[in-house]
């Protein structure tokens, strides 16, 4: 089955800086990506995703890139903010929506 | 539109006891998704069903745990003679399409924090 590797497990970065964080993933069958914000105690929500005919997307300060052939997608967060503070997961699925969630990042974005 | 709803938001139970967690799907979505996080760990999934019928559940521990989704009413993961370690929280995720769908955004509930003591 899919397994899905993200790193890096924690990243802080300083107000105004960027910040990438990156997954794999093991089935080249999987052909959507997405990526999930979550504030402590609160639900997922979903923030960007890609599909697997699409190499990059970018929606204001975010973006997500993908490349198929090395199984592995990055999320860029630019100019970022203190409310950017979160636990990112990236997930890949197959056919149908049976994510398969990557272990997390905890992102600090201090002033 | 309301969004996912899931109650009740925290749940104790005690050794031994009966869990039963509801979702209701967004207005318009049919299908079905329970996910269970364990602390400082990703969302693991569990079942995905449809109305009346459970499509896959390759993701649930096969004692104790059942999933249902009946014609009416919300869709409810049922967990028997709970034990410390079912302590999580569960999150559901409802979509309007499923298998073979182009659209597969999930939406997730605010999920329910069982506790079991």
């Known amino acids: 089955g899919e397994n899905v590797e993200q790193h890096p497990s924690t990243l802080s970065v300083q107000e105004g800086d960027s910040a990438v964080i990156k997954c794999t993933y093991s089935d080249s069958a999987s052909n959507y990506f997405p990526w999930y914000k979550q504030e402590l105690g609160k639900r997922p929500q979903l923030i960007i995703d890609?599909?697997?005919?699409?190499g990059e997307k970018k929606d204001q300060r975010i973006a997500v890139t993908l490349n198929k052939t090395a199984k592995h997608f990055s999320l860029h967060i630019t100019e970022t903010q203190p409310e950017d503070s979160a636990v990112y997961f990236c997930a890949a699925a197959t056919g149908f929506q049976k994510l398969v969630f990557g272990t997390g990042t905890r992102l600090l974005v201090s002033p | 539109n309301a969004g996912v709803m899931q109650n009740p938001r925290h749940l104790v139970r005690r050794r031994g006891q009966e869990a039963r967690l509801r979702c209701s799907p967004m207005k318009g979505h049919s299908h079905v998704y329970w996910y269970r996080q364990l602390p400082e760990e990703g969302l693991k999934f569990m079942v995905y069903?449809?109305?009346?019928?459970?499509?896959?559940e390759s993701g649930m521990p096969k004692e104790r745990f059942s999933a249902e989704f009946p014609k009416e009413g919300p869709s409810i993961l049922r967990i028997q003679q709970v034990v410390r370690g079912d302590s999580a929280a569960y999150f559901c995720?409802?979509?309007?399409?499923?298998?073979?769908?182009?659209?597969?955004?999930?939406?997730f509930g605010s999920g329910t924090q069982l506790s079991v003591l």
């Open positions: 069903l449809q109305k009346e019928n459970i499509i896959d």
């Open positions: 890609i599909r697997s005919n699409v």
């Open positions: 995720a409802s979509s309007p399409r499923g298998q073979g769908s182009t659209n597969e955004k999930l939406f």
